[in-house]
C-alpha cells in the first residue's frame, strides 16, 4: 500500500510498504478513506520528536472502512464506516477506567523509554514514534487499529467523511481545552493559536458559554475565522497580547487562558522565544514554551491555564511564582478521545457545530510531503489539509 513515511527532519516521503494484517484477535483493518496533518504531526517533521525511525508510517487522524476484524473487537463489523482516536486504548485498565484513555497503561510497549523520561508512561500514539509505541500510523490506504473494539466509533450515514474526521483528534482536543476553563456565563477566554485546534477550542468556548473569546496569533486568514466564530483577535506580532488582553479586561486578566501553540511559537514571538531558539538549536533546551509564560501572566488571579499544545521535556523560565502567588489552575493532556467521542458526534450530528469548516486544502497521499511544507510554513492559506488515499 502507499503510505506517509518518515524519513529525517523534513523529509517525509509517500512509498510503497507492506500492507498490514491482523496480529491480535482485537485488531480491526481499516481501509483509510480521509486522513489529516495535524499540528502534532509537524513537531515530528520539525524534527522536535525522538525515537522517530527511518520507515515509520506517518498520521493519527484518520478513519475509514472496516475491512477485516479479529474475532474479539468487539461489534464492529465489515462494512462500517468508523472513525479512529488517536490515542491507543484498551479499555480495561485503571485508567482507561476512569475515562483517562490516554493514560491508559498497557497500550505502549516502549513504557519503559517513556519512563525515564517522564516518569511514567501514557497510552500508545498512532504514527507517534517508539516513545509512544512504534504503532504504524493513518496517512496511508490501511491501517492496523488495535484494541479496535474501545477505540473506533461508527459514524451515522448523514454525516460525510470531512464532518466526522476531526474526532480522532482536534475537535475532542480543542473541546476539551475549553472544558478545562470550567467556563461560567459572563467569563472571557483568552486563545493563542488560531490552528485547527484553536479553532475548535474558540467554538467550542462558546458552545460552552463564554460571553468572549479572545484569539491571539498572526496569520490572517487565520484571524479571519477566528472572528467569524466571533472571537476578538490580537495579533501577537503587531500588538503588545499582554497590554491588550489588560485593557480588554479591565486590568484583571482573562478568565481563563488556553495554550493551543505549544512547543513550536513563531521564533518571532519575544525575545524569551528567540532565546529558546537559541537554546534548542544548541542542545541548551528541549522546548520552547513562550506562549505558555505569556498565557499565565495573562491569566487572572485564580483562573485557569489550560494546556493542549504539546510539550516534550523540560521547560525553562516558566513565571510559577505568579501561578502561585495568584492561585492559578493548570489542566493539560493528550485527549482522551474515546472518553469525549459520543457527545460529541451528537453534537455534530444536532448540527451545534460542523467541524469541516477548517478545512483548506484537499489532497492525495501522494501530494502529503508538499502538503507538510505548505502547512507547516502556512502558506496558500492553509489551515488544515484532508488526503484521501
Ligand atoms: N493535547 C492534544 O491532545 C493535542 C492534539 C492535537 C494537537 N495538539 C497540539 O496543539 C498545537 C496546535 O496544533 P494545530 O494543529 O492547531 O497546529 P498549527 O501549527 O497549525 O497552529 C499553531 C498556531 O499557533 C500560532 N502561533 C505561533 N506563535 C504564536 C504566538 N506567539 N502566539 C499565538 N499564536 C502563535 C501559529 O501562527 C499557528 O497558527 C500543537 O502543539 C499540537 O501538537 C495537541
Ligand atoms: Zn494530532
Ligand atoms: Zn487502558
Not at 18 to 43: K, M, Q, W, Y
Not at 355 to 366: G, K, Q, Y
Amino acid at each position: 500500500m502507499k503510505a506517509l513515511v518518515w524519513h529525517g527532519k523534513s523529509d517525509i516521503r509517500c512509498e510503497s510498504v507492506r500492507d498490514p494484517i491482523l496480529e491480535n484477535s482485537r485488531d480491526a483493518i481499516i481501509r483509510v478513506t480521509a486522513c489529516a496533518i495535524c499540528g502534532s504531526d509537524l513537531h515530528i517533521f520539525d524534527g522536535m520528536i525522538p525515537e522517530m525511525h527511518r520507515g515509520d508510517v506517518l498520521g493519527h487522524e484518520t478513519m475509514g472502512e472496516v475491512m477485516e476484524v479479529g474475532k474479539n473487537a468487539g461489534d464492529l463489523k465489515v462494512g462500517d464506516r468508523v472513525v479512529v482516536p488517536f490515542t491507543i486504548a484498551c479499555g480495561e485498565c485503571f485508567f482507561c477506567m476512569k475515562g483517562f484513555y490516554s493514560g491508559c497503561e498497557r497500550t505502549n510497549p516502549d513504557h519503559a523509554k517513556a519512563e525515564q523520561l517522564w516518569g511514567h508512561s501514557p497510552a500508545g500514539l498512532f504514527g507517534y514514534s517508539h516513545l509512544l509505541g512504534g504503532y504504524a500510523g493513518g496517512q496511508a490506504e490501511y491501517l492496523r487499529v488495535p484494541y479496535a473494539d474501545v477505540g473506533p466509533i461508527k459514524v451515522p450515514d448523514q454525516l460525510t467523511d470531512e464532518q466526522a474526521l476531526f474526532l480522532s483528534d482536534i475537535f475532542p482536543t480543542g473541546y476539551m481545552a475549553a472544558e478545562f476553563c470550567n467556563i461560567q456565563p459572563g467569563q472571557t477566554i483568552a486563545i493563542w493559536g488560531c490552528g485547527p485546534v484553536g479553532q475548535m477550542a474558540i467554538r467550542s468556548a462558546f458552545l460552552l458559554g463564554a460571553e468572549r473569546v479572545l484569539a491571539v496569533d498572526t496569520i490572517p486568514e487565520r484571524l479571519a475565522l477566528a472572528r467569524d466564530a466571533g472571537a476578538q483577535t490580537i495579533d501577537f506580532k503587531t500588538e503588545n497580547v499582554y497590554e491588550r488582553i489588560q485593557d480588554l479586561t479591565g486590568g484583571r486578566g482573562a478568565d481563563a487562558c488556553i495554550d493551543a501553540v505549544g512547543t513550536e511559537p513563531d521564533t518571532w514571538s519575544g525575545i524569551d522565544a528567540v532565546v529558546d531558539r537559541i537554546k534548542t538549536a544548541t542542545f541548551l533546551g528541549t522546548d520552547r514554551p513562550h506562549v505558555l509564560r505569556q498565557a499565565i501572566m495573562c491569566c487572572r488571579n485564580f483562573g485557569t491555564v489550560s494546556i493542549v499544545g504539546v510539550y516534550g521535556g523540560l521547560l525553562d523560565k516558566i513565571p510559577m511564582g505568579s501561578a502561585i502567588n495568584r492561585g492559578l489552575t493548570f489542566r493539560m493532556g493528550q485527549t482522551p478521545v474515546q472518553h469525549y467521542l459520543p457527545m460529541l458526534m451528537d453534537r455534530i450530528v444536532k448540527g451545534d457545530i460542523d467541524p469541516s469548516f477548517v478545512i483548506t486544502h484537499r489532497a492525495t497521499l501522494e501530494d502529503g510531503p508538499e502538503l507538510y511544507k505548505t502547512f507547516r510554513d502556512k502558506r496558500d492559506g492553509c489551515i488544515k489539509v484532508v488526503m484521501k488515499p
